[in-house]
């Protein structure tokens, strides 16, 4: 069971901004650690969409931005497109046992 | 362009273990700058982190895998492998392999389906 967790679908119209939330404790999110988002299309490897909790790599368009308050980070598409739909996850590092790598549960975002 | 590639059976016996490969092309395995890890997706499920490994050795891993998993690394073949014990069908899942600059994936293999099945 993961200690990241995320609503399990977010929805919106084309154009609109939907957000996607992460919820972690102070062993992970809340001590500091990054986290990053990953796209996941069905059937393909995931695909970094933010780093460094704000960062995007080359090639990831603007309308992806990221944010971390506290013990949650924030995932925020605006301009919503149709090929936006997919599966979304949040990462981070927990330093509990011995500190390991920890994926958020995954929210599913879905275009109307 | 940095490309990984993962290899291996893909239909492993309960109770046997899962041995998979990851080959490297297009950029070397020996750079200080990163670590590899493998990365699972049962059907149906989110993404489980299953441990990274340094090219020097070094590997650690998910608490809850942590007694049945072993990860290596073999620099003259640019490779790094996964090898998990006492398989049960709650490992069926796709397995990936990625590059971790730092704590998290950057380049990701396209996956391989492991079914655990008699």
């Known amino acids: 069971q993961s200690v990241l967790t995320q609503p399990p679908s977010v929805s919106g119209a084309p154009g609109q901004r939907v957000t996607v939330s992460c919820t972690g404790s102070?062993?992970?999110?809340?001590?500091?650690?990054?986290v990053y988002w990953y796209q996941k299309l069905p059937g393909t490897a995931p695909k970094l969409l933010i780093y460094g909790d704000n960062n995007r790599p080359s090639g990831v368009p603007d309308r992806f931005s990221g944010s971390k308050f506290g013990t949650s980070a924030s995932l925020a598409i605006t301009g919503l497109q149709a090929e936006d739909e997919a599966d979304y996850y949040c990462?981070?590092?927990?330093?509990?046992?011995?500190?390991?790598?920890?994926f958020g549960t995954g929210t599913k975002v879905s275009v109307l | 362009q940095l490309q990984l590639q993962e290899s291996g059976p893909g239909l492993v016996r309960p109770s046997e273990t899962l041995s998979l490969t990851c080959t490297v092309s297009g950029g070397s395995i020996s750079s200080s700058n990163y670590y590899w890890g493998w990365i699972r997706q049962p059907p149906g499920k989110g993404l489980e982190w299953i441990g990274s490994?340094?090219?020097?050795?070094?590997?650690f891993y998910s608490p809850s895998l942590r007694s049945r998993v072993t990860l290596s690394v073999d620099t003259s073949k640019n490779q790094f492998s996964l090898r998990l014990t006492s398989v049960t069908a709650a490992d069926t899942a796709v397995y990936y392999c990625a590059r971790a600059p730092h704590q998290h994936f950057d380049f990701w293999g396209q996956g391989i389906l492991v079914t655990v099945s008699s």
């Open positions: 102070s062993s992970n999110i809340g001590a500091g650690f990054d």
């Open positions: 990462q981070s590092y927990d330093s509990s046992l011995n500190g390991y790598f920890v």
């Open positions: 490994v340094y090219y020097s050795g070094s590997p």
